[in-house]
């Protein structure tokens, strides 16, 4: 084995790299949006494949996009190493959320290959389809599928804002093959490292360059669906009035509520979407539509505020006489991250002399979906304010060098 010290992170090209897909977007810098199986999306994905290519990198891709480059090791028999994250994009997002992951996850691969290392495990890059759930209402669409939480059935069954199903989607843009042949088999990775943004502030704000992930949250989130009596805002008076809108307003409040009270600070509830119709200011709300997520690194404290959540909607229901129902959209479970994985990764931080912290992910990412079927442990680096998904978001291409060369560390540990 090479010695992994003369790892040497060529981060000019990173950046251009970095700068270059920025670029091939839906709509003019700063912003990046990258909507899945849109015509910048699949320019994406061919300038990333180029690059692979350039690589020397064996590149398929499965029948929902998911796009794999290997680097092939001496044991062919052996569990893949693979990492990376996704490159799709939000609608007025910024350029580092997922490809810090790709990209870096490519140029840790590189310095490997500069430096000499013959890795005995393959090493793979993992580009995940659909990480975003822009445009099909579900997030990690590609990790879910290749997981085997999500069935084929159900995927086929998804449409988009437009109506257009998935399977008309995916194959006008190219992607033909049998969902049923996306599902890894068992052990196909015997690790996945996933490189990330921290999408918070705790690492800028201690002044700690790398965080090493022990845990991630997972999201279960919701419709709760309101149904009054309209009216004329004017005509119909105070007593007796059946506002949708005041009903679902009370629960808005008990969503925090709920959440406060459960004593954990991973515990977070959001109600992200508040649809009323009719939608004018003279008409009494009669149909109103919440979103909401709520998220946990503990599933049982997770779920016991989503009973408090619905019981406070039954409740408002019965005592306003408002009809109310519930949609599930997901309930995913959390991961723990790999021992063996998060101690190589320390031990990586601590061969290139740098802090780290142990740290909970409470954004979920495609590593949530993988740990179903492989050890898996993320790598957080600082970014700016702890902004995300805007396009203002930034990590300095000292951090991100600094990530990539831990990473290249750490698939060197586990793939020797």
């Given at each position: ?62 029948a929902?996009g998911?796009?794999?480059a ?75 599928l290749?997981a ?18 998935l ?61 009054g ?28 509520t ?9 515990t ?6 508040c649809d ?38 039954e ?12 949609e ?19 031990a ?39 902004v ?29």
């Amino acid at each position: 084995m090479t010695n992994t010290q003369q790892i040497k992170i060529d981060s000019a090209q990173l950046t251009a790299e970095l700068d270059a897909l920025a670029k091939i977007s839906q709509e003019p810098a700063p912003v990046v949006t990258r909507v899945v199986f849109t015509e910048a999306d699949l320019r994406a994905r061919a300038y990333v494949k180029g690059l692979c290519t350039a690589a020397g990198l064996d590149v398929r891709e499965d029948a929902i996009g998911n796009t794999f480059a290997r680097w092939n090791g001496s044991d062919a028999k052996a569990g893949v190493v693979g990492t990376g994250s996704h490159i799709d994009a939000i609608p007025n997002a910024g350029m580092y959320d997922g490809v810090v992951g790709v990209l870096g996850g490519l140029e840790a691969i590189r310095a490997l290959q500069r430096a000499g290392y013959k890795p005995k495990r393959s090493i793979e890059l993992l580009i995940f389809t659909a990480e975003e759930p822009t445009r099909f209402g579900i997030g990690c669409l590609g990790s879910r599928l290749l997981a085997g939480t999500m069935t084929p059935d159900a995927a086929r069954a998804l449409r988009d804002k437009q109506e257009l199903p998935l399977e008309e989607v995916r194959t006008a843009a190219g992607f033909i093959g049998e969902l049923e042949k996306v599902k890894l088999p068992a052990g196909y990775y015997s690790a996945f490292v996933e490189l990330h943004i921290e999408q918070g502030p705790i690492l800028e704000r201690e002044k700690i360059p790398l965080g090493v992930v022990t845990s991630i949250a997972a999201p279960a989130s919701f419709r709760l669906w309101f149904e009054g009596e309209g009216g004329h805002a004017g005509g119909k008076l105070m007593p007796g009035r059946r506002d949708a809108l005041v009903a679902a307003s009370e629960v808005v409040i008990a969503t925090e509520t709920a959440a406060l009270a459960s004593g954990a600070v991973d515990t977070v509830a959001t109600v992200g979407v508040c649809d009323v119709f009719p939608g004018a200011v003279n008409s009494i709300p009669s149909r109103v539509r919440l979103e909401l997520d709520v998220r946990d690194t503990d599933s049982k404290r997770r779920d016991a505020v989503i009973g408090k959540i619905l019981a406070a909607a039954e409740a408002v229901g019965k005592r306003k006489e408002i009809g109310v129902k519930t949609e599930w959209i997901n309930a995913d479970e959390p991961a723990q991250s790999g021992e063996e994985i998060v101690a190589a990764m320390c031990a990586a931080c601590e061969a290139g002399g740098h802090n780290y912290q142990r740290m909970v992910s409470r954004a979920y990412h495609d590593s949530l979906f993988m740990a179903r079927i492989a050890p898996v442990a993320m790598l957080f680096i600082p970014c700016r304010g702890g902004v995300s998904h805007r396009p203002d978001e930034y990590a300095s291409p000292e951090d991100i060098a600094r990530g990539t060369e831990v990473l290249a560390r750490t698939l060197a540990s586990l793939a020797g």
